[in-house]
């Protein structure tokens, strides 16, 4: 199983990016699927997941700006991320775990939110 997580980069306070994260070898819509994030000198932490229902689960930092979806007919999910913030820098993963010890990780996308 392979996760490629895409789309990070440089932008303005405010603005917007859309993270992709393509799902190689088993079907996401099997699992649970997550996007995490990692500043510097911070632990990983969940930003949202969305379930194998379609039900999604927001951090509280990113709740009315970030959205979670996914594309089962592609493989793919996504973090729309709106009104981004300087405390929103970090690496993002993507993450999706179809049971206990079963779950695979992506090597991360870096957003970086210029004030």
């Known amino acids: 199983v392979q996760l490629q997580a895409s789309g990070g980069g440089l932008v303005q306070a405010g603005g917007s990016l859309r993270l992709s994260c393509v799902c190689s070898g088993r079907r996401l819509s099997a699992g649970l699927m997550g996007w995490y994030r990692q500043a510097p000198g911070k632990q990983r932490e969940v930003v949202a997941r969305?379930?194998?229902?379609?039900?999604?689960i927001y951090a509280d930092a990113v709740k009315g700006r970030f959205a979670i979806s996914k594309d089962n007919a592609k493989n793919t999910a996504y973090l729309q991320m709106n009104g981004l913030k300087p405390e929103d820098t970090a690496v993002y993963y993507c993450s999706v775990s179809w049971g206990l010890l079963n779950t695979s990780w992506g090597r991360g996308t870096q957003v970086t939110v210029s004030s």
């Open positions: 969305v379930t194998v229902d379609g039900n999604t």
